[in-house]
T-cell receptor
Framework: GNSVTQMEGPVTLSEEAFLTINCTYTATGYPSLFWYVQYPGEGLQLLLKATKADDKGSNKGFEATYRKETTSFHLEKGSVQVSDSAVYFCALSLNTGTASKLTFGTGTRLQVTL | DGGITQSPKYLFRKEGQNVTLSCEQNLNHDAMYWYRQDPGQGLRLIYYSQIVNDFQKGDIAEGYSVSREKKESFPLTVTSAQKNPTAFYLC?????????????FGPGTRLTVL
């Protein structure tokens, strides 16, 4: 079956530090990959996505590259801010029909301190 | 403003009672989804609907029921058969053109069984 594995948190960083959150996947086929972010008490917001191998998704200083050879989609940001504190979810979906059924990782909590 | 609304934000229920969670979208999306989120876990798919008057079970449908009588609405009923209903419930929608369309999430409903 399909699955997504994320590094466990919490990840605690000082402001302006470099961020990496690891994500690897297992899928039967060629998935699209997503990073979603969840702020406390809220729903999920799409952060970035990539739909094929070697694609790089980017948004708000965050980046992730779809690596088919290592089945990975690691999230990176060069300089984090306190406002980036949230839970980050890696997810995949397969192009099987018209409903995009997402498989999520367990989430990684990021805490950024001054 | 286009978006997804869920109500209520907080819901309390006594054991043995059914309860219905509301989800409405004005994005003109064909596909809608219900997820359950438990602490420290990723989101798990309960039900999804690709079109009006049609819906399919997700990974954890037991104890839940849905209807899709209108394009804009996808209510979820948590029945007394659901053994552990206390959780955060998230509704989402997507265009429904391909299996890799972006899903957009509502703010969630936190259900607590007393």
């Amino acid at each position: 079956g399909n699955s997504v594995t994320q590094m466990e948190g919490p990840v605690t960083l000082s402001e302006e530090a470099f961020l990496t959150i690891n994500c690897t996947y297992t899928a039967t086929g060629y998935p699209s990959l997503f990073w979603y972010v969840q702020y406390p008490g809220e729903g999920l917001q799409l952060l970035l996505k990539a739909t094929k191998a070697d694609d790089k998704g980017s948004n708000k200083g965050f980046e992730a590259t779809y690596r088919k050879e290592t089945t990975s989609f690691h999230l990176e940001k060069g300089s984090v801010q306190v406002s980036d504190s949230a839970v980050y979810f890696c997810a995949l979906s397969l192009n099987t029909g018209t409903a995009s059924k997402l498989t999520f990782g367990t989430g990684t909590r990021l805490q950024v301190t001054l | 403003d286009g978006g997804i609304t869920q109500s209520p934000k907080y819901l309390f229920r006594k054991e043995g009672q059914n309860v219905t969670l509301s989800c409405e979208q004005n994005l003109n999306h064909d596909a809608m989804y219900w997820y359950r989120q438990d602490p420290g876990q990723g989101l798990r798919l309960i039900y999804y609907s690709q079109i009006v008057n049609d819906f399919q079970k997700g990974d954890i449908a037991e104890g839940y029921s849905v209807s899709r009588e209108k394009k804009e609405s996808f209510p979820l009923t948590v029945t007394s058969a659901q053994k552990n209903p206390t959780a955060f419930y998230l509704c989402a929608s997507s265009m429904g053109r391909t299996g890799t369309d972006t899903q957009y999430f509502g703010p969630g409903t936190r259900l607590t069984v007393l």
